[in-house]
Each structure stands twice: as structure tokens, then as C-alpha cells.
């Protein structure tokens, strides 16, 4: 019923910036609370960023805190990511998920998600 698919990653420099989009299929959208994680190579998934149904509430790990930014278009059934002051710790694999109980930080609290984007932070 719910599929995600994830778009805007690729190379940046340090100190750049970049923006991630998730879009989402079905007609059950605005019921979810969105979020994004990532994974880097040999590491578990990281939280970054949630966002609530309506769009009035954010959470962020302190890692991203003032650098990330998250949002959502329910309108047009899209979450997004702005990236800015990149590091090369950034880099990883990119996942939007969507959770029915609201704002969370838990990975096990959403039950559908995205197949990733790579995000390289480099020189």
C-alpha cells in the first residue's frame, strides 16, 4: 500500500550542501510521520531526522543538528532532507521511512521504507 523511493544523492565536496527527496505512493500519507536514517559502510543505521504528520514538529540527532533540515509537501506527498556544511563522516546510504505511531527516533518504530540513495562526502 505504501512504497517510498528516495532521489537527490550523490558527490559533494566538504562544506557543501545537498537536498534528498523521498516521494511517496498511496493515499494514506498525511496518516504517517516521516523520517530519515543512514547507513555507513560497516556500520548500523543512524537516525537523523523525523518529522510529524502535519509538519509542525521536528526531532534531530545531535549529530545534525543547525546542518539538516527536514520538511515535508503533503500536497504533493514528498518528505525532503536539505544537507548543508557536509562532512565526510556524512557519508552513507540515505533511507526515508514512514511510521503510524508518530515521532520517534527508533528505527523498529517504522514499518515502511525506502531503498536508499548514496550521499559521498569527499574532496
Known amino acids: 500500500q505504501v512504497q517510498l523511493e528516495e532521489s537527490g544523492g550523490g558527490n559533494v565536496q566538504p562544506g557543501g550542501s545537498l537536498r534528498l527527496s523521498c516521494a511517496i505512493s498511496?493515499?494514506?500519507?498525511?496518516?504517517?510521520?516521516m523520517g530519515w536514517f543512514r547507513q555507513a559502510p560497516g556500520k548500523e543505521r543512524e537516525f537523523l531526522a523525523a518529522?510529524?504528520?502535519?509538519?509542525?514538529?521536528?526531532y534531530y540527532a545531535d549529530s545534525v543538528k543547525g546542518r539538516f533540515t527536514i520538511s515535508r509537501d503533503n500536497a504533493k506527498n514528498a518528505v525532503y532532507l536539505q544537507m548543508s556544511s557536509l562532512k565526510p563522516e556524512d557519508t552513507g546510504v540515505y533511507y526515508c521511512?514512514?511510521?503510524?505511531?508518530?515521532?520517534?527516533?527508533?528505527?523498529?518504530?517504522?514499518?515502511?521504507w525506502g531503498q536508499g540513495t548514496q550521499v559521498t562526502v569527499s574532496s
Open positions: 521511512a514512514a511510521s503510524s505511531t508518530g515521532l520517534d527516533s527508533a528505527a523498529t518504530e517504522y514499518s515502511y
Open positions: 498511496g493515499r494514506t500519507f498525511r496518516t504517517y510521520a
Open positions: 518529522i510529524n504528520r502535519g509538519g509542525a514538529s521536528t
